[in-house]
């Protein structure tokens, strides 16, 4: 009845519309071989949908109510039947290029996309609703087959009318925020179901899901990956009516025991695919896992299975790909490829055993591996030395076995059949890699990573014909060599190149018209060696760099040689997209150039421990990284670094970015990178002061400039850089008294300001009163805790705040400021009204980190104001409290 009624109204409106547009009959006219022209309701209900929707890329411009535009049917996306000209496809798919999703549209998700009730395909993923929430007339959708809202920005509950889709074969709700999910009831009325995926997404209060899966006879394909999934209690699953029809499971990334196992094993006939890694899988592999006999992939990364391998492997006769990295799993390696050696020998392309405490040799018998491609051995506790018959695998692309106790050569013999081999990693063992000076590789590698593998005392002849690498590391090879002009002929790829912790020598030769790839940034690590002479002309000419933002040079670590003469202005000219410059422990005099201040992007500006003289450049404010958030360099994707460092082959040269940290050397990781922004311009002999400027780098994490013969004040609005853990200024002739702002440095961690001429009553607020007396010893004139207990009373008149610095002080202290302030305020006012309250405000407010929006901000200020009222100084201090008044604060 509804539906007839629909489609008289139709029917009246078509007539309409004929009757008023006489003059468009014509054009009617010859379209009237389609039979079909779109039904006004639906095309009204898209015109609803679209009015929603924020269109930048005027991807919906066929979308329109202009005569010409008129029939729905030919619009983008838009599909009618042929015989009753409803709508039944809508695709509106964002596709994936060039690093977006282009075009997407944005906004709202109406409900009038509902009243398409014939459609039987609703593809919108990758679209951005704005958290839009599934409105609950999606029940009206029952012819619906296909449904495709992944990655949608949508928000809210699951409306339980999803029920009424009872003909869905195709589900992706994935990779939303849908939120307050208690159950998914829902699913078990979608008995057509084959494909459900409902990746991240929050399900961690959804108890039925096993249940739920068990209903849906067709079911082929489930991903619930990411949804922080819980067991649930075995008996409460009925073990009859199972799913058989299940080949691809993947449950990565969620709160899983080994109770799972229970209902995992329904699926045992008819899995094809099974992740379970990233869960809280523990004690042994269970046995039954292999016999799943149609298993061609199973991962099981990321737990924390012990014990070996199950025997029954061995007959996982289609199994290609099995990833054991990152548990517990002990015994013997031969032990190992014994148990895996029944018919999965034939078919195993991956095997990727790493981060596990497997022990022993690797045995002759891998040879019976034949289809191996990835052999994935990092940092288990393997030994001995390398079999030759690892030369036997000839489909081998990946072999990783660093950071394990192997010793021994590998010679050319190991390696002269794998012509396949695109990625070796064979850092921190004890291996010796002696290849003839004349062979020429079979292979071209991609990734060489040899850390510490002892390769020198030559320069490694074999690397010439290495045309394309991305990433090479010979660090720490003992090669106690010069570097042979034919190695700055580099693999075009080149992105990544470390020969740092050798012993190189000699100059660097004139590189400036030498070609270096073009690739999005190179980086490369002479550091720790003992290169002398001046800095050559790096081969980076400035159109390059000009006309991508990308290419050319973003780290230079020349740390630890003997590099001499001033700091080339170069560096600055030519390598602005320099992010990290290492140039710690050399000979460098002179000046520091003007034009380092032009490396905009530079995140690490180490210049410490060389001869550096006159003054800190003022310009220093001109280093945009450190000044602002938001800047170019802080976009850099380090993600497929990330995931090299995951397989062991050492990661990126972040990685191996060693600074000085808190007073120690660190190595930092890359997920520590962004934070990492430095500048250590230490042991030189700078002179002048601090440059005020310098409180303008309001990222800046560390500051180090010790150890130099620097004068005059701290400036005064070095609070502002809130950032700041680590700030040494020990061992220059800085005089005058700490400013007061310096007790907003909430995140400071590490302070040195020993060996200077500082004077006055040391800060008292509670981040500064967190550090002993070795942050202040050496300046005689300075008193108070934590190097006296109390100032000398002449020196106490004195010592009092100049109304310079109070009134800055008192200015930045406006209500809606950090509670941290506050803390610094009222633990000044406490312990300098000498008052039994500041250990109440200590006890009560030490290292909160809080905005000051919140009742103990207030409390604080209680306390403080009562102690202010009490004291003799009220009056005095009393004119400035007005500032707190609102119409003061403007
Ligand atoms: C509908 O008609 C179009 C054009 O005539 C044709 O390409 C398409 O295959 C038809 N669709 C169906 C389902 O018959
Ligand atoms: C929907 O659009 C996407 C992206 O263009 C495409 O990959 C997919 O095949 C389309 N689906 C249908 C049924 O046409
Ligand atoms: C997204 O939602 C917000 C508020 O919920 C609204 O102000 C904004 O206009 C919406 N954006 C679009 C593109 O619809
Ligand atoms: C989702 O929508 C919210 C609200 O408008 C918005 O803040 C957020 O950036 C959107 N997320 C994505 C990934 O588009
Ligand atoms: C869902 O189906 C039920 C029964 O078939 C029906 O009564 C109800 O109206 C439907 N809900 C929606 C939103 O269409
Ligand atoms: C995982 O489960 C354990 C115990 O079952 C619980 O303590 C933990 O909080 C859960 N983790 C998450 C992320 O839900
Ligand atoms: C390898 O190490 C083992 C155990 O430390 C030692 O017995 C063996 O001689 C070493 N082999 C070589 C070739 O260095
Ligand atoms: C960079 O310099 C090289 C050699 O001097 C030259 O061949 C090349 O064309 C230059 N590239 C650009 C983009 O100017
Ligand atoms: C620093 O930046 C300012 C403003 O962009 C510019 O005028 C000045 O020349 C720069 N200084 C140096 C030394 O690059």
Known sequence: MKILGGRSLQLVYAFLILLHMQSSIGISSTTAGDEVRCIESERLALLAFKQGLVDEYGWLSSWGSEEKRKDCCKWEGVQCSNTTGHIIV???????????????????????????????????????????????????????????????????????????????????????????????????????????????????????????INKLPRLTYLSLR?????????????????????????????????????????????????????????????????????????????????????????????????YLYHNNLNGMLPEVIVNLSGCLRLSLEELELGKNKIKGPLPDMIKKFHSLRLLGLYDTQLSGTMPKSIGLLSNL????????????????????????????????????????????????????????????????????????????????????????????????????????????????????????????????????????????????????????????????????????????????????????????????????????????????LDLSNNNLSGNIPWCIQNLTTLAQQESSASDHDFTSSQIDATFGYAGSYADK?????????????????????????????LTGEIPAQVSVLLELVQLNLSRNQLTGWIPSNIGQMRKLESLDLSWNQLSGQLPWSMSQLYFLGTLNLSYNNFS?????????????????????ALCGL???????????????????????????FKPGMELGAAIGFVGVLAVKLDHPWKHLCFLLFNNVRVRFSNLKGCLCLLVASLGLLVREHVSRLGRKLKLFEPSASS
């Not at 509670?766 to 007396?773: G, H």
Request: net charge neutral; glycine share 6%; charged share 15%.
């Open 760 to 780: 006055g009553r040391i800060l008292s607020g509670p981040q500064i009163q967190t550090f002993d007396a070795s942050s202040f010893i050496g300046n005689p």
């Open 397 to 604: 692309e990946s072999l990783y076995i660093s950071s394990n106790s192997w010793n021994g050569t590998i010679s050319e013999s190991h390696f002269s059949t794998l012509s396949k081999l695109r990625k070796l990693g064979m850092s921190s063992n004890s291996l010796s890699i002696n290849f003839s000076n004349d062979w020429i590789p079979p292979f071209q590698l991609d990734s060489i990573v040899l850390q510490s593998c002892k390769l020198g005392p030559k320069f490694p002849s074999w690397l010439k014909s290495q045309r394309k690498f991305s990433y090479l590391d010979i660090s720490g090879g003992g090669i106690s060599d010069s570097i042979p002009p034919w190695f700055w002929n580099l693999s075009p790829r080149a992105n990544q190149v470390n020969l740092s912790s050798n012993h190189l020598y000699g100059a660097l030769p004139n590189l400036s018209t030498t070609k270096f790839a073009d690739s999005f940034g190179l980086g490369i690590d002479l550091s720790k060696n003992k290169l002398e002479g001046l800095l050559p002309v790096f081969p980076v000419n400035v159109t390059s760099i000009n006309l991508s933002k990308n290419s050319s040079l973003q780290f230079l670590g020349l740390n630890y040689n003997n590099f001499s003469g001033k700091i080339p202005t170069w560096i600055g000219e030519r390598l602005s997209s320099l992010i990290f410059l290492l140039l710690r422990s050399n000979n460098f005099n002179g000046d520091i150039p003007l034009q380092l201040c032009w490396l905009t992007n530079i995140m690490l």
């Open 90 to 212: 809508l695709n509106l798919t964002a596709v994936y290029g060039h690093g977006y999703y282009l075009p997407r549209l944005r906004g709202n998700l109406s409900p009038s996309l509902f009243e398409l009730q014939h459609l039987s395909y609703l593809g919108l993923a990758r679209n951005d609703f704005n958290f839009s929430h599934i409105p609950e007339s999606i029940g009206s959708l029952n012819k619906i087959q296909h449904l495709d809202l992944y990655y949608c920005n949508l928000s809210g509950p699951l409306p339980s009318q999803l029920a009424n889709l009872t003909r869905l074969q195709y589900l992706d709700l994935g990779y939303n925020n849908f939120n307050s999910v208690k159950n998914l009831e829902w699913l078990s009325y979608l008995s057509s179901l084959k494909h459900i995926s409902l990746m991240e997404n929050d399900l961690g209060k959804v108890n039925d899901w096993q249940q739920v």
């Open 786 to 812: 934590p190097l006296t207990p109390t100032c000398p009373e002449a020196e106490k008149s004195e010592s009092k705040p100049k109304n310079r610095d109070m009134d800055e002080f008192w200015k930045s």
């Open 657 to 685: 970015a060693s600074v000085m940290w808190k007073g120690m050397e660190r190595d930092y990781g890359n997920g520590n990178l962004k934070n990492l922004r430095i500048i250590d311009l230490s042991s030189n002999k």
């Open 226 to 322: 990411g949804c922080n999934l819980r067991d649930v209690i075995p008996q409460s699953i009925p073990m009859i009516n199972t799913s058989t029809s299940l080949t691809y499971l993947d449950l990565w990334s969620n709160n899983l025991t080994s109770s799972t196992f229970h209902w995992l094993f329904k699926f045992s006939k008819s899995l094809v695919y099974l992740d379970l890694s990233d869960n809280q899988f523990q004690g042994l592999i269970p046995e039954n896992l292999g016999h799943m006999t149609y298993l061609e992939t199973l991962n099981l990364r990321y737990n924390q299975f012990e014990g070996g391998i199950p025997k029954s492997f061995g007959n996982l006769c289609k199994l290609r790909s099995l």
